[in-house]
């Protein structure tokens, strides 16, 4: 990783103070059970901007182009079933943030793009596809996920993104065997959980996530999410953050997606990153 860990003293001291302000906050008249107010959990997503050059360096962020490889597992074997690259290319343009992904199928070469405001869109090999198709029915949700992703941990200052504060649990499982523990791993296995949720019409749907923090260390080790309209928790393991370009934007290299008992099954793998390209917004319309 490129940066030091956050002193543990100091982390620790700020989170004792805040959960004091929690309990004042959780019993005042306003009732609220999440806000983004949530003294806690907003100083430990504070110590992880902190680490990655503050907000300011993504208001400084104004495009990107990167590769996004999924490589798919056999949870029996453990052997590698399929990889896929999607190239990828990301504006915050005039109407909002812009997305366009391409991937290759059997059929050809499948596009899907949105220009950030009234035109989610989906092609192949040139020849637009109708809304009804499966990558035409993905397209805006494919876009929200790729721009959500490389901007974390800036999207969790969005507005309508609530935290809340979970207090000290353990991670949901182990590791898949074999693998060496996480550095991060504290002695006694208890982690700072904290919740995100959304708004009302924030996002494509409303998914909660939950992020484990080893006491002392500002980025997380783990995340579990549950989709809309379901019960089971899904694990993702957090890769390392490296930076990229003059401005060293941070992004995490892999995330590793493991079932309840932790057999991987899923990687998304993030190489060629470039930030700040010159990209024409005409990469994002319909063709």
């Given at each position: 990783m490129?940066?030091?860990?956050?002193?543990?003293?100091?982390?620790?001291?700020?989170?004792?103070?805040?959960?004091?302000?929690?309990?004042?906050?959780?019993?005042s008249a306003s009732g609220l059970a999440l806000a983004q107010q949530d003294p806690t959990a907003d100083s430990l997503i504070g110590a992880w901007l902190d680490a990655v050059g503050g907000m300011e360096t993504y208001a400084q962020f104004q495009s990107a182009q990167f590769t996004v490889t999924t490589v798919l597992y056999d949870t029996v074997s453990g052997r590698e079933k399929r990889s896929r690259p999607r190239y990828v290319w990301l504006k915050r343009g005039p109407f909002g943030e812009a997305t366009r992904a391409e991937r290759w199928e059997t059929g050809g070469l499948i596009q899907q793009g949105f220009n950030g405001h009234d035109a989610a869109w989906a092609a192949e090999d040139g020849v637009m596809l109708p809304d009804t198709s499966k990558d035409g029915r993905e397209s805006l949700y494919v876009a929200r996920d790729l721009f959500y992703w490389i901007g974390l941990p800036f999207k969790l200052r969005d507005p309508g993104v609530y935290l809340a504060y979970l207090g000290l649990r353990p991670r949901p499982g182990m590791e898949w065997s074999g693998r060496s523990p996480h550095p991060f791993d504290p002695d006694d296995g208890l982690y700072h959980a904290v919740t995100v949720r959304f708004g009302e019409g924030v996002g494509e749907h409303q998914d909660v996530f939950t992020y484990y923090f080893a006491p002392g260390h500002p980025f997380p080790t783990e995340l579990t999410?549950?989709?809309?309209?379901?019960?089971?928790?899904?694990?993702?393991?957090?890769?390392?953050?490296?930076?990229?370009?003059?401005l060293q934007y941070p992004y995490v290299t892999v995330r590793t997606s493991i079932t309840a008992s932790g057999k991987r099954t899923k990687e998304l793998i993030i190489a060629d990153v470039v930030i700040n390209p010159d990209i024409p917004q005409s990469m994002f319309e319909i063709p």
């Open positions: 490129f940066a030091s860990p956050t002193d543990r003293c100091g982390l620790i001291g700020a989170i004792t103070k805040a959960l004091a302000a929690t309990a004042l906050w959780m019993g999410y549950v989709e809309e309209g379901r019960t089971n928790a899904n694990r993702m393991l957090w890769g390392d953050t490296q930076r990229s370009g003059p």
